[in-house]
């Protein structure tokens, strides 16, 4: 867009994030010659010593942060891109587990605005390359990536990494991935590096997974085949070919996740102990990922927004109902309408005792009415998720259970609600 005036580096960051989203017309443009132009540019192809890239459907946070809590617990300095945030911008770059100054942000912002010359670049690409300016300049042992959306045409597929994971294959995203599992299989394993380790925890993948490993060379550890792992009451086991951990703790993430990040380290040269990888089990968190904010009620908030995601949610809260002697659960959900609104409140329906949908807004946002059509007759929708989410805690028993689910955005909203 002509007529913009580039920021200062000692802007504010707001400044800079609005500078941004009016620079390009597409919020989302997938493609790798622009920013690998950039990225050359301004030497960021390889910006710490070890890059592990993560791509997936769903797992793919909580996958990095385990692999970040086990790397901090052997000592290593980290760095990790995620998106999207809940509250803040500064939650996608986190170097040793720590967020990093608005100032240091935008000073990254207008590095990569002198680099990119008369290229442009999207949000998103901006983003991507700021991060990898920020990790080049704090000189990290290890750079986690995750992957923002697909795989062989997302932004972060022009760095040179290490290793590569998988961690689950579902459809999403349908806009831009379209509904073919062998087609969403393929652009995952577009990460894939010849002669390079891929990591593949989904079961049974799609068959165009396996194919592209083998047409291009790369080292393919599938779950239950290369690794595999199994859950005790209290414990877990992991294995790869003759090697093997038991007596694990068991993660507050998911635990194909935690078995898919053990085999993406153990094909390093890291050094990580036993010891370490327990530490890290132990430690690692993430926000908006079956995240408990009180206890009575008990309220969690879980950003599931597929099916998929959404069986896991309600595998979880069964789970909690029983162990914990809960009576009601009462869900605040906002969704956006590019997902599988129907799919995914179906596979919650029989969980969930009272409904309180909600709107979110933006050009991808539904409306409650689009959630309601789904819902048990006598619900009622609500403007925002934060007038649905004190509705229903006005009506919840203290040992009931308040959900909130949907949508990064859905459980940002009441993130920033209750001040957390």
């Known amino acids: 867009m002509s007529g913009l005036t580039s920021p200062q580096a000692t802007a504010a960051l707001s400044t800079w994030l609005k500078y941004l989203e009016q620079l390009h017309t597409s919020a989302i443009d997938l493609g790798l010659d622009r920013v690998r132009k950039v990225a050359e540019n301004a030497d960021l192809i390889k910006p710490a010593p070890c ?32 998106s999207p945030h809940l509250v803040r911008y500064n939650e996608r770059v986190r170097i040793n587990n720590q967020e990093l100054a608005d100032s240091e942000h935008s000073q990254a912002f207008a590095s990569v605005e002198a680099a990119r010359g008369d290229v442009s670049l999207s949000l998103f690409e901006f983003g991507t390359l700021a991060a990898l300016t920020l990790f080049k300049q704090h000189q990290v042992d290890v750079v986690v990536l995750e992957v923002g959306l697909g795989g062989r045409l997302d932004a972060t597929n022009i760095v040179d990494h290490d290793v590569c994971v998988i961690t689950s294959l579902a459809i999403d995203h349908v806009d831009w991935l379209g509904d073919n599992i062998d087609v969403i299989g393929y652009e995952k394993a577009g990460i894939f590096r010849g002669g390079k380790p891929a990591i593949c925890g989904q079961p049974h993948p799609p068959a165009t997974v396996p194919a592209h490993a083998d047409d291009i060379g790369a080292e393919l550890y ?146 409650a009415d689009e959630i309601l059509v789904h819902l048990p007759t006598g619900c009622r929708g609500f403007d925002t998720p934060v007038l649905a989410f004190d509705q229903a805690l006005t009506q919840a028993d203290a040992d009931d259970v308040v959900i909130v689910f949907g949508s990064f955005y859905t459980v940002g909203q009441i993130t920033s609600h209750l001040k957390l």
Request: aromatic share 8%; net charge negative; glycine share 6%.
């Open 51 to 82: 890059v592990i890239t993560v791509a997936g459907t769903n797992g793919k946070g909580s996958t990095c942060a385990m692999l970040e809590a086990i790397l901090l617990a052997a000592g290593y300095k980290v760095g990790v891109y995620s």
């Open 222 to 367: 599938q779950v239950g085949y290369q690794f595999d792992y199994q859950q005790q009451a209290d414990c877990w086991h992991w294995q790869a070919g003759a090697f093997s951990l038991t007596d694990l703790p068991l993660p507050s993430l998911p635990l194909p996740n935690a078995a898919t990040a053990l085999m993406a380290l153990s094909v390093t040269d890291l050094d990580i102990s036993d010891k370490d990888i327990v530490e890290g089990l132990r430690n690692a968190h993430l926000p908006g990922r079956m995240q408990r904010v009180s206890e009575q009620p008990l309220i969690i908030m879980d950003v599931a927004h597929n099916p998929h995601s959404a069986q896991y949610f309600a595998a979880q809260l069964a789970k909690i109902k029983a162990q914990e002697s809960k009576k009601n659960i009462h869900a605040v959900v906002a969704m956006l309408h590019d997902k599988d609104i129907a799919a995914t409140i179906a596979t919650l329906r029989d969980s969930v005792d009272y409904w309180y949908p909600a709107s979110l807004q933006g050009p991808r946002a539904a409306v």
